[in-house]
Antibody, heavy 117, light 109 residues
C-alpha cells in the first residue's frame, strides 16, 4: 500500500524551530518529486515547498529563507526544517507525492504545528 | 507567482449536476488537478490531466478546461460529495512551483 506518514509536529514558541518528517512506503520514493502543503484551521491549502528527484528545492516567498526541504532516499524520508517560526505558520502540514505536473496523488494524514507563546 | 480563483461556496440539489470552476493564468499552460477534502481528512485527488479519475473515484466526477478556466463537474451529486474542493496546477514559472485555488465549499441540499 502506498503510504505517507508525517511526524514531528508540536507546539513551538515564535522564533523557534521544528523539523517535520514524512515516511514513505509502498513505492520507489527516489523516483518521485515530493511536496509539503499546509492548511491553517478553517483556511485553504497552501503550497509550502517541493523537492525534485535530484534534490532541487523550491519554495514560495512566504517561507523562503526560513524553511528547508530535504530528502533521504535511503530512508524513504522527506523532511522540512522550519526556522524562525511565526504564528502564521500554525497549520496542519501534509506531505504529498507528485506524479508529474504537480498532480499530487497521495497525501499523508498531516501533522499539526502550533506556533504560540 | 500565479493565482487560481474559485468561488467560495456552491450548492446543488441532491441528484442534480454542479460545476465548480477555477480560473488562472497558469491554466493556459497546465491542466488543473482537483482535490476533495472532507472535514478532518487529508485531500483526495479526484480529477487530473485532461479528464482523468484515479482508481476508486466515481465516474460522476469529470473535468474540463478552456482557456484560463478549469471546471470540475459532478453529475448526479450525492450527499457524500459534500466537501471542500480545491484546484491546483503547476505555476506559470514552471519547475515544481505549485499554486492552489482558495477552495469551494460544496453543499448538497
Amino acid at each position: 500500500e502506498v503510504q505517507l506518514v508525517e511526524s514531528g509536529g508540536g507546539l513551538v514558541q515564535p522564533g523557534g524551530s521544528l523539523r517535520l518528517s514524512c515516511a514513505a512506503s509502498g513505492f520507489t520514493f527516489s523516483s518521485y518529486d515530493m511536496h509539503w502543503v499546509r492548511q491553517a484551521t478553517g483556511k485553504g491549502l497552501e503550497w509550502v515547498s517541493a523537492i525534485g528527484t535530484a534534490g532541487d528545492p523550491y519554495y514560495p516567498g512566504s517561507v523562503k529563507g526560513r524553511f528547508t526541504i530535504s530528502r533521504e532516499n535511503a530512508k524513504n524520508s522527506l523532511y522540512l526544517q522550519m526556522n524562525s517560526l511565526r504564528a502564521g505558520d500554525t497549520a496542519v502540514y501534509y506531505c504529498a507525492r507528485d506524479v508529474g505536473l504537480s498532480i499530487l496523488d497521495v497525501w499523508g494524514k498531516g501533522t499539526t504545528v502550533t506556533v504560540s507563546s | 507567482s500565479s493565482e487560481l480563483t474559485q468561488d467560495p461556496a456552491v450548492s446543488v440539489a441532491l441528484g442534480q449536476t454542479v460545476r465548480i470552476t477555477c480560473q488562472g493564468d497558469s491554466l493556459r499552460s497546465y491542466y488543473a488537478s482537483w482535490y476533495q477534502q472532507k472535514p478532518g481528512q487529508a485531500p483526495v485527488l479526484v480529477i487530473y490531466g485532461k479528464n482523468n479519475r484515479p482508481s476508486g473515484i466515481p465516474d460522476r466526477f469529470s473535468g474540463s478546461s478552456s482557456g484560463n478556466t478549469a471546471s470540475l463537474t459532478i453529475t448526479g451529486a450525492q450527499a457524500e460529495d459534500e466537501a471542500d474542493y480545491y484546484c491546483n496546477s503547476r505555476d506559470s514559472s514552471g519547475n515544481l512551483y505549485v499554486v492552489f485555488g482558495g477552495g469551494t465549499k460544496l453543499t448538497v441540499l
